[in-house]
């Protein structure tokens, strides 16, 4: 049977009645609730369930036009997918908002408070989880054949809450209503392989061939999610595997009669994909995480080969066909997973098959920081994938003698660029599996990628001169500027039609508006609505009252330490000193604004928290500077608080140590918004200030160069304390107990860091420049004109960081796969 759009009850997505009838049919008939007896969540599913339903003849659609096209696809692995909602997304997305906000205000509801009973889909720590989903979004709407893997937790990124000022973590149980966005694939099942024990056997060939058995097995179970494109043309699917316990593995002890132990087990293995692990940037070499990777990796090339199977012989062509994407090394696993298919179930020599795995994969990295650098011990891998061990030594020997017959007798290089690292105690380094196992290699700004060239991978540029490539990153301006700002988004459209939408480079035609008085004044009328709004959820959620006229100087984003939070409070602190002590001036009243959640285990960060909130605490008490200081501490900052945070920014805090943020995209999401960076030279900072032009944007601090020299000629934290007065007061506020008078000891720690551990991250040396620096905003500040200039040349100037434009430079430099209309 062939579907046509006709089979379904609704034949035209703007026909209101056709909408209210399907949308009460599905509270009826799916929720199984009567419309007199409803709450918001009944409404809400009831709705998704429609647009649902919206999605799937056009998901099918685009599958079969893959499929007859014979397209080359792109596979994004991914550990994390930072979604967030989804309903208002894909309704404007697929352009029936109004018509849906017209159908519930005829029930008596109101779509945007309906929309908040939707449980995020929290599946990401922070910028590449979220990076992975603004890729989905930008996949689509370019009609590329893109598919995500990744792995559906139970239990995303927790939840935070502040409680005497400490940060408490709470589970993130989003699944507990259902989530009506998936499509669950009992049918769609792979077993997937740990532990068990290798045999080597010869075959009638007379090659020695290998074989994994004795294994314990977990299967995988698929769940689908469709990613609607802007417009509605192409929807793409999102697969995010489940793990379920292997039929065997429960029949063994079901044999012997021990019922309950085949339960137990049944829990066990399926307690594999319970929950995202909450560390970014910390590796933490745990086995539940190592298995999470295998897991996910394992069943999304078994799914991917089956495709391709369906219809190509042989493997020859797989690079032709298939492009596979590593976000991050945690699916590098992939590598050697596919040579173990490859060679010992489908009999391809090592050769062939090593040139289709380089071809067929690409990786990403995110980081250049040591400490998140992916090592896995080899003891760990030798107990849980043993025929992958033995393939990372292979690849790693056939590698290594190459290298020593290109450059001979350069044994400290071989030592170098191994996979094995013999110093620490045999540990496998995953970012020089990813290097040697992929054709393209790529950073995430020019800086990030110019210093993986110059430090971590300087080797591997030498032995792979093109292989390394920059892709700077995007974000996407549906969720981020269309929906987010609805009244920027609108006012833009009224001034240079909707087209930026889908070409953010078109908001260059707002930069004659810069000069237009009347302009300036529409923009700054939203700004403030949007600040206006935000003031308000603040003050009903927290019961904070905060004067939204006042400068809104915010810094959201992950804590830790070379993000330099820190940094933000001591001019914070200085801040309230000169206030305190009348030599401030005529002050610019100031509302500086923090969220974001610390790793469980990474104590200093939690204690950041804990300093911001006592600093906020502190100030509050004072009347000599109320209503000129004021700080807040948003707690549980997440996906959708991001939304409601970025449209109301004015100073956007970028304030990391130099070389040591890769990209950063909340830089990105707040300029295209209207706000002006405050910031280092890091990451994508350095571009934003090319494209945005050095007036518009505030630039203090060392660069990564100077700080290098800076070390190099040893760096000494305590001569910036003893020079600088106001630094030396704030530092001693703190190490003294000003702010924590009930223990004075408290934040000892933290100035430790500062002064007696060698300042890591460059606070002090950076601290008298960024107070200069945020002299000068305050300047700006009291000319709202010329501030208002400046912040309409960011947003026109922003365009290109757009994940189109990112994912367009993906498709035609890494992946090559052409658009399928
Ligand atoms: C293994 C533990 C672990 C987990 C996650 C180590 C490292 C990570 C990520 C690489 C951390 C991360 O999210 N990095 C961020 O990636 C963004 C998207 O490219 C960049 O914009 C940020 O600068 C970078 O910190």
Redesign the pocket.
């Known amino acids: 049977m062939t579907v046509t759009s006709d089979i379904y009850e609704i034949s035209n997505p703007k026909d209101i009645p056709s909408l209210r009838r399907a949308l009460v049919n599905r509270l009826i008939y799916s929720i199984g609730k009567d419309p007199v007896e409803t709450n918001e969540r009944d409404w809400f599913f009831a709705l998704a369930y429609v647009v649902r339903d919206l999605l799937t003849l056009r998901w099918m659609e685009s599958m079969r036009r893959y499929y007859l096209q014979d397209a080359k696809r792109v596979y994004y692995l991914s550990m994390e997918f930072l979604i967030g909602r989804s309903l208002v997304n894909s309704l404007l997305n697929i352009g029936c908002y109004n018509e849906f906000k017209q159908v519930l205000e005829d029930v008596g509801l109101n779509l945007d408070e309906l929309a908040e009973a939707e449980e995020e889909a929290a599946l990401g720590?922070?910028?590449?989880g979220r990076?992975a989903a603004c890729y989905l979004d930008s996949l689509a709407t370019l009609q590329l054949p893109g598919f995500g893997y990744g792995i559906r937790y139970e239990f995303g990124m927790f939840s935070q809450s502040i409680e005497d000022g400490y940060q408490v973590e709470h589970p993130d149980n989003w699944l507990r209503y259902g989530n009506p966005w998936e499509f669950a694939r009992p049918d769609v099942l792979y077993r997937v392989q740990f532990r068990g024990r290798v045999v080597e056997y010869r075959e009638s060939d007379g090659e020695v061939r290998y074989r994994w058995i004795d294994t314990e097995d977990v299967m995988a179970m698929a769940y689908d999610i469709p990613v609607p494109g802007y417009g509605g043309e192409t929807v793409n699917n999102l697969r995010l595997w489940a793990a379920k316990a292997s039929r065997d593995f429960e029949l063994k002890y079901f044999n012997e009669g021990n019922y309950i132990k085949a339960v137990e087990q049944k829990t066990r293995s399926e307690n594999l994909s319970k929950v995202l692990y909450p560390?970014?940037?910390?590796?933490?070499g745990r086995q539940l995480r190592l298995k999470q990777e295998y897991f996910f990796v394992s069943a999304s090339l078994q799914d991917i080969l089956k495709t391709y199977s369906a219809d190509h012989r042989g493997f020859a062509a797989l690079p032709q066909e298939v492009a596979v994407q590593l976000n991050?090394t945690?699916p590098s696993i992939a590598i050697p997973e596919l040579m173990r298919i490859l060679m010992d179930e489908y009999r391809v020599p090592w050769h062939e098959a090593w040139n289709i795995t380089v071809q067929t994969f690409s990786y990403t990295n995110?980081?250049l920081l040591p400490e998140?650098l992916?090592v896995w011990s080899v003891r760990l891998f030798e107990e849980l994938l043993p025929r992958h061990l033995h393939i990372i030594y292979e690849i790693n020997y056939r590698f290594l003698k190459e290298v020593s017959e290109r450059f001979p007798g350069d044994l400290d290089l071989i030592r170098r660029v191994s996979v094995v690292d013999e110093e620490h105690g045999s540990r496998l380094r995953m970012s020089h599996l990813a290097i040697i196992g992929s054709h393209k290699v790529n950073g995430?700004a020019e800086l990030h990628s110019r210093l993986m060239k110059t430090t971590i991978f300087r080797d591997f540029d030498r032995i792979f001169p093109d292989r390394f490539v920059n892709i700077t990153?995007g974000i996407t301006p549906r969720r981020w500027l269309n929906q987010a700002n609805r009244d920027l988004a609108a006012l833009i459209t009224e001034s240079i039609g909707s087209g930026w939408v889908t070409d953010l480079e078109r908001l260059r035609e707002l930069a004659p508006l810069a000069d237009d008085a009347a302009f300036r004044e529409r923009f700054r009328a939203v700004k403030l609505a949007n600040k206006t709004r935000l003031a308000a959820l603040i003050d009903k959620r927290l019961a904070i009252r905060i004067d939204q006229t006042s400068l809104f100087d915010v810094q959201v984003k992950r804590i830790h330490e070379y993000k330099r939070q820190l940094l933000n409070v001591l001019h914070v602190i200085t801040r309230y000193n000169r206030l305190r002590s009348g030599k401030s001036g005529d002050i610019v009243p100031r509302t500086v604004i923090f969220g974001g959640k610390a790793a469980p285990g990474y104590h200093a960060a939690k204690l950041i928290i804990k300093l911001i909130n006592d600093v906020a605490k502190a100030i509050d008490r004072d009347p000599a500077v109320d209503g000129v200081l004021k700080v807040v501490f948003v707690p549980d900052y997440n996906v959708s608080r991001a939304m409601e945070i970025i449209p109301a920014v004015e100073l956007s805090e970028q304030i990391s140590t130099a070389g040591m943020?890769?990209?950063?995209?909340g830089n990105m999401k707040m300029a295209v918004n209207g706000a002006i960076t405050i910031g280092t030279l890091d990451?994508a900072n350095i571009e934003i200030r090319e494209h945005v032009g050095e007036e518009n944007i505030f630039i203090f601090g060392h660069t990564a160069g100077q700080l290098e020299e800076l070390r190099r000629d040893g760096y000494d934290p305590w001569r910036y304390y003893r020079s600088n007065d106001e630094l030396k007061l704030a530092l001693d506020m703190i190490a003294t107990g000003y702010f924590s008078p009930d223990e004075p000891d408290r934040f000892k720690s933290l100035v430790d860091s500062l002064l007696r551990d060698g300042d890591k991250f460059a606070v002090l040396a950076d601290y008298g420049s960024y107070v200069a620096c945020q002299e000068e905003v305050d300047r700006l500040y009291r000319d709202p004109e010329a501030w208002t200039r400046k912040a309409i040349l960011n947003v026109a100037h922003c365009g290109w960081f757009s994940s189109d434009r990112a994912v367009r430079e993906y498709a035609e430099r890494i992946w090559d796969i052409p658009t399928c209309r």
């Open positions: 720590n922070g910028g590449l990076l560390d970014d940037t910390t590796q933490m991050d945690h995110h980081t998140a992916e995430v990153n943020e890769a990209s950063g995209t990451g």
